[in-house]
């Protein structure tokens, strides 16, 4: 593995978690009535935190993009998933709350998780499939499944809701992943002009406008430590299934790796649930105030 896609890919995860910190902080303190509306992108945009916070995700998702593009999918994606550690990071400052057993014992799962994927699997590129049936049946999977779980969580505002939106967005964010290599690809191949004229960079922007009113709404309406997990558990799956799927991406098949891949996908996904369910993690709200720029819509 390139040192440079390794560091690529972690700096990304930093701003990725402690962006989610920042734009949850924020997004609790919207009104209710703004749930799944593109107002509530219109009233965060009044919070400064919040604007911070995005920021950090513009960053995060420029050094990943850049990691795409020197790296497999099926490499890049476990080591954005460890942007939930640096979110804790963040929230333990903030609670001022200890590690303790169960915060080691998801951060090893988490970090031992990914390493056992990576080392198991030897993630490398390939040839491109050209079946265009193969490419958009994995989209519309991956946008079904999506579709779905929103669907049934605006029609059922329960406590499962947030998490819900969470898995939907973090599965958005990983085909729109797989887009933006494929763009990175087109640019490196013919240009602006070959990037200008095909639909994958216009797929990026749509995928990531939804995600992010799916990411908010989940943000606005569970705490933390209820939406961020099943975000970050999501999206690499869903970027490795596109990468293996339609972007030529290899891992080793034999069943001994795949047995330690699977192993290590599942330490990812324990991991993640475990650091999530932190103390450290907030529960609620976090400040004791209101954002004045929300209190009055």
């Not at 709404?217 to 933390?224: D, K, M, Q």
């Not at 990812?268 to 105030?289: D, E, F």
Request: glycine letters at 14%.
């Amino acid at each position: 593995m390139s040192v440079l896609i390794l560091a690529l890919a972690v700096s990304a995860a930093c701003c990725l978690g402690f962006g989610f910190v920042l734009q949850q902080a924020a997004a609790s303190h919207a009104p209710k009535s703004d749930y799944l509306s593109f107002r509530l992108l219109l009233d965060l945009m009044k919070v400064r935190s919040w604007l911070a916070g995005i920021g950090l995700m513009v960053c995060g998702m420029v050094l990943g993009a850049l990691a795409l593009g020197k790296g497999e999918l099926s490499l890049v994606e476990p080591l954005l998933a460890t942007n939930l550690l640096f979110a804790l990071a963040l929230s333990r400052y903030r609670t001022g709350q200890r590690l303790g057993g169960q915060g080691w014992a998801g951060l090893c799962l988490l970090a031992g998780g990914v390493t056992a994927f990576l080392v198991a699997g030897e993630p490398r590129g390939g040839e491109a499939v050209t079946d265009p049936l193969r490419h958009w049946l994995v989209i519309g999977v991956v946008v079904g499944a999506a579709l779905l779980l929103t669907t049934f969580a605006k029609r059922h505002r329960s406590g499962a809701a947030p998490a819900l939106l969470a898995v939907a967005a973090g599965l958005l964010y990983g085909l729109q992943d797989a887009l933006t290599r494929l763009t990175g690809q087109r640019f490196s191949e013919g240009g602006l002009m070959a990037v200008l004229t095909s639909w994958q960079p216009y797929g990026v922007v749509v995928l990531g406008v939804t995600g992010l009113l799916l990411v908010q709404s989940a943000f606005e309406t569970g705490p933390l430590r209820v939406s961020l997990p099943p975000l970050t558990a999501a999206q690499p799956l869903a970027g490795i299934a596109c990468g293996v799927g339609f972007l030529g991406d290899r891992l080793r098949t034999d069943v001994v790796a795949l047995t330690w891949q699977a192993s290590g996908l599942a330490a990812v996904v324990v991991g993640i649930v475990l650091l999530g369910l932190h103390p450290a993690m907030p529960q609620g709200r976090v400040g004791h105030h209101r954002h004045k720029s929300l209190q009055s819509n």
